[in-house]
């Protein structure tokens, strides 16, 4: 069944969204763990808990009931109805 091109196009902004802070957090646990005397494994614990921090923060500031990052008004992905 084919996606709804309205739906795709909102799919890929939220995809990316993901990927963009999927990418920072990693690469946030990987630097933290290079410049500090931690053993390599601490890389994935850290990146989950900026993942958490991420996700409550975004539920300040980004769209309710998701952990978008985005506020309704700036998200590509929210559509025009979710738009003032």
């Given amino acids: 069944m084919p996606i709804p091109a309205a739906l795709a196009a909102r799919f890929k902004w939220d995809a990316l969204e993901r990927i963009v802070w999927s990418t920072v957090e990693f690469t946030a646990g990987a630097v933290i763990v290079a410049v500090t005397p931690l053993d390599v494994w ?3 614990p850290i990146a989950i808990a900026l993942v958490t921090i991420k996700t409550f923060a ?16 700036a998200d590509p992905a929210a559509g025009p109805a979710a738009r003032p």
């Fill in 42 to 44: 601490w890389a994935l």
């Fill in 58 to 73: 975004a539920k300040r500031v980004g769209q309710p009931g998701t952990a978008s990052t985005l506020p309704a008004a």
